[in-house]
Nanobody, 127 residues
Framework: QVQLLESGGGLVQAGGSLTLSCAAS????????MGWFRQAPGKEREFVAA????????AYADSVKGRFTISRDNAKNTVYLQMNSLKPEDTAVYYC????????????????????WGQGTQVTVSS
């Protein structure tokens, strides 16, 4: 069992920055690969970023590469998503996800790779 709670969403002007946090409890956080996904109104949930169990590897969607940074602090049971140079098309509900069963140094980029999901936090970017 892994419980996830996102926070840090809000309203920001285009070009601005925002940092999301996801606090984990239950099963050992350090045992899980972590990912961020987002879902805009009328669209499917899409991959944003992922990080391996020890934070050494990461992956990003092409749409956010160079603007977003995923990181984790296993001592604090928290994963972060630093979002810079935000665009209106980044507007969505952002979800963090975890899977404890993946190999130690792997990352995963599809929804089916993850077994646990948070409730989501709204990010709105104004033009």
């Amino acid at each position: 069992q892994v419980q996830l709670l996102e926070s840090g969403g809000g309203l920001v002007q285009a070009g601005g920055s925002l940092t999301l946090s996801c606090a984990a409890s239950g099963r050992s956080f350090s045992s899980s690969i972590m990912g961020w996904f987002r879902q805009a109104p009328g669209k499917e949930r899409e991959f944003v970023a992922a990080v391996s169990k020890f934070g050494g590897r990461s992956a990003y969607a092409d749409s956010v590469k160079g603007r977003f940074t995923i990181s984790r602090d296993n001592a604090k049971n928290t994963v972060y998503l630093q979002m810079n140079s935000l665009k209106p098309e980044d507007t969505a509900v952002y979800y963090c996800a975890a899977d404890p069963d993946k190999p130690p140094f792997s990352v995963a980029t599809t929804r089916s790779d993850y077994d646990y999901w948070g409730q989501g936090t709204q990010v709105t970017v104004s033009s």
